[in-house]
């Protein structure tokens, strides 16, 4: 399929767009690459990068058409795009509290702004089809706020606990609004804790302002942060530290090849205009994504210890504000629906493929 990947010069996203690629798709990148520190994937792949916010319409309009100059000469001119998958966001749960505006601003309203786009009926004229392109959508854990039961799955109600997870849960709510009066079908994905690196080296987290926990501890264990904070010992659970669950970001990528799959054959199943379906129930599903095991962040800290053979020094400060204590995913819907199997199981995997991905950008 030709594929929009918004936000697929990030983490996740640079991860997605090689296993497209591995799997025969044709992606676009569209990125504006201000979340990241240094732009590799144009270095280690041949896709067409247009940089640009996911807002801007007009750029949208021409990528999604195959008429953006930057087109030129590939295997989208002129063609639409037949799938998107949506990365692109801020996603600094503590910057969100100090600018909520600015998260409101880039992951909502443009979001909503390429949904428009994607329900728009000239548009659709032109592809000669009522139903839109449909929609992978990147939400979060932190839609679901402070659990009531764990492990948490897709039925527990969703109560975000800081603008970062408000911001989520608006665009989730627009996929079923417009799920509904539009036939805009989507895969909403809730990632857990996404972690590691690609295995061949090429890609890892890389964003320019670092805050998750595994690249800190390795920067820290290896001289390249000096300011290393963890953030309350007086949570609720057995250590006093938060408890997240990690799922390997390549498992993750590959999730994405399940849902473009499962959204083809929705299309493909309602192209009878005579079958066309607006309900939610068979153009909008939910996932959540990561392993059912949880580890505390004294723990991470002395795997990553072991693993770099380093000590690993922080800093105790203040509980977070907005921070749940413990995160647990069941994916069990995942795995029965759409057939998703992780391969990396093991958290030792994912230290030493983010390790081996930080030792590698720092020249180590
Ligand atoms: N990494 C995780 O653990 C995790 C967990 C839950 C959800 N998510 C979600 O997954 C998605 C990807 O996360 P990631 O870890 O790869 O983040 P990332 O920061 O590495 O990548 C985000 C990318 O989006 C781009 N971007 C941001 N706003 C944009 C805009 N308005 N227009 C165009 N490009 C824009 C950035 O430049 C960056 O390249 C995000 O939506 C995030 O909220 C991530």
């Avoid at 659970?237 to 083809?264: M, N, P, Q, W």
């Avoid at 005579?274 to 068979?282: T, V, Y």
Wanted: with cysteine.
């Amino acid at each position: 399929m030709r594929v929009l990947v918004t936000g697929g010069a990030g983490f996740i996203g640079t991860h997605t767009v090689k296993s497209l690629i591995n799997a025969g798709h044709s992606p676009i990148v569209l990125d504006n690459l201000l979340g990241i520190k240094q732009e590799v994937i144009s270095d280690n792949l041949e896709i067409p990068l247009i940089k640009s916010n996911v807002g801007n319409k007009k750029n949208l309009l021409e990528t999604i058409s195959g008429t953006h100059k930057d087109l030129k000469n590939t295997v989208h001119e002129n063609r639409f795009i037949q799938a998107v998958i949506h990365f692109a966001a801020l996603t600094n749960v503590r910057d969100s509290f100090k600018n909520p505006i600015n998260y409101f601003r880039n992951n909502v309203q443009e979001s909503l702004n390429l949904l428009e786009i994607l329900c728009d009926k000239e548009l659709n004229f032109k592809r000669k089809t009522s139903i839109p392109i449909p929609i992978v959508f990147s939400s979060s854990c932190s839609t679901y706020g402070i659990p009531k039961k764990l492990p948490i799955d897709e039925n527990s109600p969703q109560n975000p606990i800081n603008p970062y997870g408000k911001t989520k849960l608006i665009v989730e709510m627009l996929l079923k609004d417009f799920a509904k009066a539009y036939n805009l079908k989507s895969v909403i994905f809730r990632y857990f804790n996404a972690a590691g690196a690609s295995e061949d080296g090429f890609f890892g987290e890389n964003r320019k302002i670092e805050t998750h926990l595994i690249p800190l501890a390795i920067n820290s264990a290896l001289g390249i942060n000096k300011n290393f904070k963890i953030f309350g010992l007086d949570h609720p659970t057995f250590d006093g530290s938060c408890i997240r669950d990690y799922v390997h970001v390549e498992d993750i990528a590959e999730a994405h090849l399940l849902a473009l799959a499962k959204l083809k054959n929705e299309i493909m199943c309602n192209n009878n205009p005579n079958k066309q379906s607006s309900s939610l129930e068979e153009n909008c599903f939910e996932y959540n994504i990561g392993l059912g095991k949880g580890f505390s962040v004294l723990e991470i800290i002395k795997k990553v210890e072991d693993i770099t053979g380093h000590n690993c020094p922080y800093e105790i400060i203040e509980k977070k504000e907005g921070d749940p204590a413990i995160l647990i995913a069941s994916s069990n819907k995942i795995t029965a629906e759409i057939g998703w199997k992780p391969k990396y199981k093991k958290i030792d995997e994912m230290i030493l493929h983010s390790y081996n991905w930080i030792k590698k950008i720092n020249n180590f």
